[in-house]
């Protein structure tokens, strides 16, 4: 007597179970019967169905399984430093241990300084992630020094501080609904103060009848702990609001991290050229107006930071030393 199909659940608490053996038995036994080739068209009827359900069954086991992907903040690069701002990437790795796809619809971030919110946001990014699969989403900051040392005034006397990116990636997952999966990451990034420039002395060296020989000495302050290297000084230099010298300097000169640097310009003045009222300026010893304007060049081997040219814009009196 050929045995029955049987039929039985569960596959998970949805399922079923084909007992594909009974129907090999009937399939493999003679035709003795009307009644035995009814059953065979029954059953061959029902197989496409059967494997719908079945496969159909495989699918809500995964979807009854389902995780949240993770967050990981792999790294945070310094993607460019100047004395104005700091712009920052955050790399994060998200991971999807899910046997079917999942897409990112978008992640919100706060990035923190000493512990109060300083820059935040939303951002909205459509990301597929395979499944099993993993994709890295970046986060772009961009630190305007001016405003982080106006809201945290301490700083300006450190020349680091501790900041914490926090972030959630939002998602819309099957039998979970919506979810945020939150990551964070704390580090240090470097407080850039601008260098001070300004003149440092006027010295006469030597005069005569015709001429005179000065040395302007142009002093820079770094309050910085990164070290510098001035590699131009294109500068302008006035007394009473005449032209005493004007030029370009491409020598370098080291300028250590939290260090004080000079560097000396030789000055030649020809009375024809200047007229004599100059030669009874050197000859007294009273304070003068004087004016030094132009730029200073300046680059750092530290990581990301760019060469920049500062303003040069002094005035003010000086006496003329011998």
């Known amino acids: 007597m050929v045995k029955p199909v049987r039929f039985f659940t569960p596959c998970l608490h949805y399922g079923l179970n084909f007992n594909m053996f009974g129907a090999k038995l009937i399939l493999m036994t003679r035709f003795h019967s009307r009644k035995d080739k009814m059953r065979i068209k029954r059953i061959l009827y029902l197989l496409p169905l059967l494997a719908l359900l079945l496969g159909s069954c495989a699918e809500l086991q995964k979807i009854a399984s389902f995780q949240k992907p993770t967050a990981n903040v792999t790294n945070v690069k310094f993607a460019g430093i100047s004395f104005d701002d700091l712009n920052l990437i955050a790399n994060v790795q998200i991971k999807n241990p899910n046997a079917l796809a999942v897409s990112l619809a978008g992640f919100d971030y706060d990035f923190q300084v000493a512990g109060t919110s300083f820059l935040n946001g939303n951002q909205e990014e459509s990301l597929r992630i395979e499944a099993n699969g993993a994709s890295t989403v970046q ?11 106006h809201q945290f005034k301490a700083l300006k006397d450190q020349d680091s501080t501790q900041y914490k990116i926090a972030a959630g990636f939002k998602f819309d997952l099957p039998v979970l609904g919506p979810v945020r999966v939150p990551v964070s990451h704390t580090a240090y990034l470097p407080v850039v103060k601008i260098p001070k420039v300004k003149l ?54 080291r300028i250590a991290k939290k260090g004080k640097s000079t560097i000396a310009i030789p000055v030649s003045l020809n009375f024809s050229q200047v007229g ?42 000086v006496k003329i030393s011998r």
């Open 139 to 149: 986060i772009p900051l961009t630190v305007k020094y001016k405003e982080l040392l």
């Open 200 to 253: 440092a002395s006027l010295r006469l060296k030597k005069m005569g009848f015709t001429g005179a020989d000065l040395e302007l000495k142009v002093g820079i302050d770094n309050p910085n702990a990164i070290g510098f290297v001035l590699n131009s000084l294109d500068y302008d230099f006035k007394i009473n609001q005449q032209n005493w010298a004007k030029g370009v300097t491409n020598k370098e000169m």
């Open 276 to 317: 004599r009222t100059v030669y009874n300026i050197l000859k007294g010893n009273k304070a003068l107006d004087y004016s030094l304007t132009g730029d200073v060049g300046l680059k750092t081997s530290f990581p990301g930071f760019q060469s920049v040219k500062l303003p040069l814009n002094n005035t003010g009196k």
